[in-house]
């Protein structure tokens, strides 16, 4: 299964966006799925429902930390290209859906009762975070 596959079908289960990205891509870089799915627990709905980056990104910038990330400081190049993914994943991600923020790419700001009804009544958790997911999981996997 691919990795998009996999991040689709974790989310499907019940799992965040940033949990469903993450862990779609930890075991292959050396973190278990258990593990992956606790680190990314509090980055869903924007950091913790605040509306802030979506989940599916910050996902996918764990995902690319993971694989790049600087590990000693004296380390530059590493921190370098981490960064430069990140800002392609951006990029790229902006492109796509045209916000990084949850109120943006929802319509709502699902960190208030309202707009969390407002974002179950049109369906989006079904009809649009998906795509969110699959799309971030698309991506860095193309810059991987």
């Known amino acids: 299964m691919s ?18 990205v993450f862990s779609a891509f930890a075991p292959d870089l050396g973190l278990e799925r258990e593990m992956a799915l606790r ?46 993914l990140a800002r392609a994943f951006a990029e790229q991600f902006v492109a796509q859906h045209g916000s990084l923020r949850c109120p ?14 407002l974002a179950k009544d049109k369906g989006l958790f079904v009809s649009l975070c998906p795509k969110l997911v699959s799309d971030a999981a698309e991506i860095v996997e193309r810059l991987l």
């Open 3 to 20: 990795h998009v596959d996999l991040a689709a079908s974790c989310f499907r289960e019940g799992f965040s966006c940033s949990q469903a």
């Open 104 to 117: 943006e790419l929802l319509g709502c700001h699902i960190g208030t009762a309202e707009g969390m009804q």
């Open 39 to 84: 680190v990314a627990g509090a980055f869903g709905g924007g950091m913790a429902r605040l509306g802030e980056t979506c989940g599916a990104v910050t996902g996918a910038l764990m995902v690319i930390g993971l694989k790049h990330g600087q590990i000693s400081p004296e380390d530059k190049p590493a921190k370098d290209k981490t960064y430069a």
